[in-house]
């Protein structure tokens, strides 16, 4: 069975601008130009996501970086920032020391971090000694959320009607996987346009659709779970902003896990009928894919089957030098040792060439 894995990368490769750097030039674009559609314009306009990604955005650029944005990462570190003043404030309270104040002092970095992107609409700063109301995180938190989700059909708007429209050739490696099945973390149907049907396509991110709004929109953007202890099983207060979550309230689905248990059973029955009789292999390839650890619940099922032997193809040394890194945080530094080892490990990186 061969299972292809695909990310952003993958529609890059076919002339695509679908990067968030490319979608982050269409705003400004579109906002220069005083684009009359009323829809999208109540999407990125007044959107403090947008505003506060375009600030970072300038940022680098200012500083000589090259011109590149990870949306999900940004979101994170403000989640976290709204997290840490929660913390904060109900760390503060539980203080039997506590004596009437209606408000905490916020840890220097949240505060700096929250104020950015919170003051962004209007340019006035908030008091970092009155900012940890609960009333006033919850609200921080709605408004936040609503932003994302406008955001969202913001993206979905601009892949759906704004996109160029790319390569037309097919990718040599990826005819030669000759796939049986597809996981695809993009919004795009690039795969299903150009390359001949697999059984199944698990668009586990969604996908744009034409009749979509923001109500109805099923394009999961977010973060990966940040809280590593037990109180990530009773503390829901950020559960949105989380990748699982939207994967389940926007029902995209997780055909993958169908098609690994299918294969492990037949693997079993064969052993336990014919105990001689040789596996089938389940080859699992990930291109254009950075192995980013928001997604590392799907890539730990997929990279923990015992069975599964591993390629992860990478643009360039820059590349892998980043999926390397990103492997050891999703699955730790002595399991990246054990599964690419050269004489019996599963895992192998392979150069797009």
């Known amino acids: 069975m061969n299972i292809l894995v695909i990310g952003n990368g993958f529609d890059i490769a076919h002339g695509l601008n679908t990067s968030y750097a490319d979608f982050l030039e269409f705003v400004r674009s579109i906002k220069n130009s005083g684009s009359n559609n009323d829809e999208l314009n109540k999407c990125i306009n007044n959107n403090r996501w947008l505003d506060y990604f375009d600030s970072i955005f300038e940022e680098r650029k200012n500083e000589g970086k090259d011109g590149w944005i990870d949306f999900e990462s940004e979101i994170s570190i403000v989640i976290k920032a709204l997290d840490r003043a929660l913390l904060s404030y109900y760390n503060y309270f539980n203080n039997p020391d506590y004596k009437g104040l209606k408000a905490v002092v916020m840890d220097k970095n949240a505060f700096e971090i929250l104020n ?13 000694e009155k900012s940890i109301y609960i009333k006033q995180i919850k609200k921080w938190k709605q408004i936040l959320l609503d932003d994302l989700n406008r955001l969202t059909r913001g993206l979905e708007i601009y892949l759906l009607k704004y996109l160029n429209e790319g390569k037309t050739d097919c990718l040599p490696i990826v005819v030669k996987i000759q796939a049986d099945y597809v996981i ?3 919004y795009t149907k ?6 001949s049907k697999p059984s199944e396509i698990d668009y586990i991110h969604g996908v744009i659709k034409k009749e979509s709004d923001i109500e109805s929109n099923n394009m999961v ?24 979550y939207q994967r389940i309230y926007k029902n995209t689905g997780s055909k993958y896990k169908e ?13 336990f009928n014919s105990p001689g009789q040789p596996y089938n292999e389940l080859n699992i390839h990930f291109y254009g894919h950075s192995l980013d650890p928001t997604d590392g619940d799907i890539l730990r099922d997929l990279i923990g089957s015992k069975y599964a032997n591993i390629s992860i193809y990478y643009h360039n040394k820059e590349a892998l ?6 492997l050891v945080r999703v699955i730790g530094e002595e399991r990246t040792i054990e599964l690419t080892d050269k004489s019996e490990g599963r895992i192998k990186f392979i150069p797009c060439v």
């Open 116 to 128: 950015k992107v919170l003051s962004i609409d209007t340019g006035k700063s908030f008091s970092r």
């Open 321 to 326: 030098s980043k999926q390397i890194a990103n």
């Open 190 to 195: 690039t795969y299903e346009k150009l390359y």
């Open 184 to 186: 695809s973390f993009n």
């Open 259 to 271: 098609w690994l248990k299918e294969f492990e059973a037949n693997q079993n029955l064969k052993c």
């Open 221 to 244: 953007l977010g973060i990966g779970e940040f809280i590593l202890d037990d109180r990530r099983d009773y503390d829901n207060e950020f559960i949105e902003f989380k990748k699982f």
